[in-house]
Nanobody, 125 residues
Framework: QVQLVESGGGLVQAGSSLRLSCAASGRTFTSYRMGWFRQAPGKEREFVAAIRWSGNSTYYTDSVKGRFTISRDNAKNTVYLQMNNLKPEDTAVYYC??????????????????WGQGTQVTVSS
């Protein structure tokens, strides 16, 4: 049974940093792409960043480029999202996702088969 468990969310002031973690278990993820999405109240879930378990390819939505960094620790089966210079508009529930439909682009929700339960990030101004 695949499990993705996020942690690291919280309430911070604008300009602060947080690091989200996604612990993956239940299968071998070497052929998977891992993604971070977020959903603010009243809005659709949107793509934030993605990384392959193998190789060095990373992908970011424009609004977080230069501020967020996605990385992985293969030994720990964990994916991270380092978020710096947080802004109030980054406030959302952040979800980790895993998928093998690599023919679909990283931002496509349909590319991901498994989702975590989410972790809340709140940035005050």
């Amino acid at each position: 049974q695949v499990q993705l468990v996020e942690s690291g969310g919280g309430l911070v002031q604008a300009g602060s940093s947080l690091r989200l973690s996604c612990a993956a278990s239940g299968r071998t993820f070497t052929s998977y792409r891992m993604g971070w999405f977020r959903q603010a109240p009243g809005k659709e879930r949107e793509f934030v960043a993605a990384i392959r378990w193998s190789g060095n390819s990373t992908y970011y939505t424009d609004s977080v480029k230069g501020r967020f960094t996605i990385s992985r620790d293969n030994a720990k089966n964990t994916v991270y999202l380092q978020m710096n210079n947080l802004k109030p508009e980054d406030t959302a529930v952040y979800y980790c996702a895993a998928g093998q439909r690599l023919a679909l682009g990283p931002p496509a929700r349909a590319a991901y088969d498994y989702w975590g339960q989410g972790t809340q990030v709140t940035v005050s101004s």
